[in-house]
């Protein structure tokens, strides 16, 4: 039976010396400023495709199960090392375990394997403990260096969720998912380049997307009652406020889909004021794309304005005789302006506003 290909590492190798404590009720996190072990920051290194097939061809590991039906009416495939146990009531407790993980339809796409903890650096890297790529999942049947197998299968299924998730223009595996990723500020913390999307190397700790698959642990773990939750591999930077762990549990129960289209029309004339002012909501980072169609002859700018109402962030340019158009980026502002500004004009300007 085939292993995954592993191209993505995702893990949870924690020690205690790199924990963050959080007290639920208070939201607190402390981190422990004492020196690190070498193995504690160096979370993974980079599979190769070809790693993962040289172990299975090896012969590594020898494993069994597949797809099972649970208490909750779902299939979830799941592949069980021999090393571990072959009693058929292994392979159903961790069927239920992620059956009753927060989910939505990404569930029957899954194929998760679990392993010794052996198998597993084996297969994933020698530090690390889970892995994911492409609908398949490989974490740990035991415990081992402070770290339940609980924790790798929330954090791994934290990726499985954001692969199946949207966050236009951007990959959702490297950012995460369109909610939490706007409501983390992570494409501001880009342009300051205190994140780095994709970095499975030098910077793990702050790649935004692994920063994700541990606040969906901690989003998780607190739907299933567990009072304290630990911070050990990502940067306290990315420790969710309540706000990000609601945006969170939105993106796994109700994915972002595609932008909203927002119309407006006003008629000029002589009497109408010269400046009209639209306000636009933003609540998500991405793409914004305007369209103005406005009458022929007339004189108009039409611009994008910042929430003060005066700082131009674009300015629309004449895509046709009558219509004008900009296309711009959300990153952190919530509140903007479509200024539309007209001299000599007379008649119906129509304005449609493109937002993620």
């Known amino acids: 039976m085939a292993l995954p290909t592993v191209r993505r590492s995702a893990v ?26 070498a193995w504690t920051r160096t ?7 070809s790693t993962a097939k040289l172990a299975v061809a090896q012969g590594f590991p ?7 039906t649970t208490s909750t009416g779902e299939i979830v495939d799941v592949r069980v090392s021999d090393a571990l146990s072959q009693d058929p009531a292994t392979q159903q407790g961790w069927a239920e375990f992620l059956a009753h993980l927060t989910h939505g339809t990404e569930l029957a796409q899954l194929t998760a394997y679990i392993l010794s903890v052996d198998e597993v ?10 892995c994911y790529a492409r609908d398949e ?43 939490w990723s706007s409501s983390a500020n992570v494409c501001a913390l880009v342009g300051r380049k205190q994140a780095y999307p994709g970095d499975e190397g030098t910077n793990y700790t702050r790649n935004p997307g692994e ?62 004021a010269r400046v009209w002012q639209i306000p636009i909501a933003a609540p998500l980072d991405g793409n914004l794309r305007l369209s103005a ?8 700018e039409v611009a994008l ?26 990153c952190g502002q919530r509140l903007l302006f479509v200024r539309v500004t007209q001299k000599n004009l007379s008649g119906r300007v129509r304005i449609a506003v493109t937002t993620p």
């Open 121 to 130: 650096q084996q297969v994933c890297g020698t530090q690390a403990l889970g």
């Open 293 to 300: 169609t406005v009458p022929a002859g007339g004189t108009v």
């Open 211 to 272: 920063a994700w698959a541990e606040v969906y642990r901690i989003m998780d773990e607190r739907k299933a009652g567990i009072t304290i939750g630990r911070w050990p591999i990502v940067d306290s930077t990315f420790f969710p406020n309540e706000a990000e762990v609601a945006a969170a549990e939105q993106d796994v129960i109700r994915p972002w889909a595609a932008p909203r289209v927002l119309r407006f029309t006003r008629a000029f004339g002589k009497r109408t």
């Open 43 to 49: 979370i993974d290194a980079y599979r190769s495709p």
């Open 12 to 37: 949870l190798l924690a020690g205690a010396l790199l924990t963050c404590a959080l007290a639920l009720s208070g939201g607190a996190v402390e981190a422990s400023s004492a020196a690190q072990p």
């Open 305 to 330: 304005v910042a929430r003060d109402r005066k700082a131009v962030l674009e300015r629309a340019q004449w895509a046709s005789q009558r219509v004008k158009r900009l296309d711009a980026s959300v």
């Open 137 to 179: 999942l490989v974490a740990p049947g035991e415990a081992a260096f402070d770290t339940t197998p609980e924790e790798v299968l929330r954090h791994e299924y934290g990726h499985h969720v954001a692969f199946h998730r949207l966050n236009t223009p951007w990959d959702a595996i490297d950012w995460g998912p369109k909610r």
């Open 62 to 68: 020898a494993i069994h199960g597949g797809p099972i």
